[in-house]
């Protein structure tokens, strides 16, 4: 199977490393940078060293490759969008990740690769043993809990139209519909082959507690297990 290949593949996994990786996926419009940030602080509070980042982001080089790419005023291939997230993604994971991690704390990510397979893959077009070659490559790392926010694209794309997240269009957001129907198609594919790390959690809408409250209970099951 082809996800095989990549996502249970841990060449350069370092089981040594003390703290834990959590990442939050999900079509536009879910409100996962929203939850990143609540189960961060529900963390905080139960005592954890928490550190709550997003990608492409977290360091210098990586916010400077973000503008880029998320710039609607420049037009990008499939492919330079995927050399250019997998370039942030090294910084990222060599600057913030594993220092963090080697440091014993939970690093929750605002996205990690599981947004390029779903984004320059599923909805690029790009050849999926293409992309997760270059996901491994630049991330080194599989995450140990990982969230996935599912939301229709309709649904998504209107909130963000409207404005439920205070968010302005930017490059991603505006390629219409039919691409994001294959985005979170492709998101829905990538958990179901990687169950043993993934929670899907069906996004409700304005119901941000109940999602809150599903995902901390998620995340206590899996600390307490570990």
Do not use: W
């Amino acid at each position: 199977m082809l996800f095989d290949s990549f996502y249970n593949y841990d060449l350069f996994f370092d089981m040594m490393v003390k703290g834990k990786l959590i990442t939050f996926e999900g079509g536009e419009g879910c409100g996962k940078t929203t939850h990143a940030k609540l189960l961060g602080n529900y963390l905080d509070d139960l005592g954890y060293k928490v550190h709550v980042t997003r990608e492409p982001g977290g360091v210098e080089v990586a916010e400077a490759i973000r503008k880029i790419i998320l710039n609607p005023d420049l037009s990008k291939s499939a492919m330079t969008e995927l050399f250019l997230y997998e370039a942030a993604r090294a910084e990222f994971v060599k600057t913030v990740v594993r220092p963090h991690m080697e440091n014993g704390e939970i690093v929750i990510s605002d996205r990690f690769f599981d947004s390029t397979t779903a984004y320059q893959g599923y909805g690029g077009n790009i050849p999926l043993e293409t992309v997760n070659r270059m996901n491994l490559l630049a991330a080194g790392i599989i995450p140990d809990l990982t969230f996935l926010i599912d939301i229709d694209a309709e649904v998504g794309l209107r909130n963000m139209k409207h404005g439920e997240f205070g968010n302005q269009p930017d490059f991603q957001e505006s390629k219409g519909l039919e691409f994001h129907r294959r985005v979170n198609q492709g998101f829905r594919e990538i958990a179901s082959y990687n169950s043993n790390r993934f929670c899907v959690i069906r996004y409700r809408q304005g119901d941000i507690e109940t999602i809150q409250t599903d995902i901390r209970n998620a995340v206590d099951n899996y600390i307490n297990s570990n």
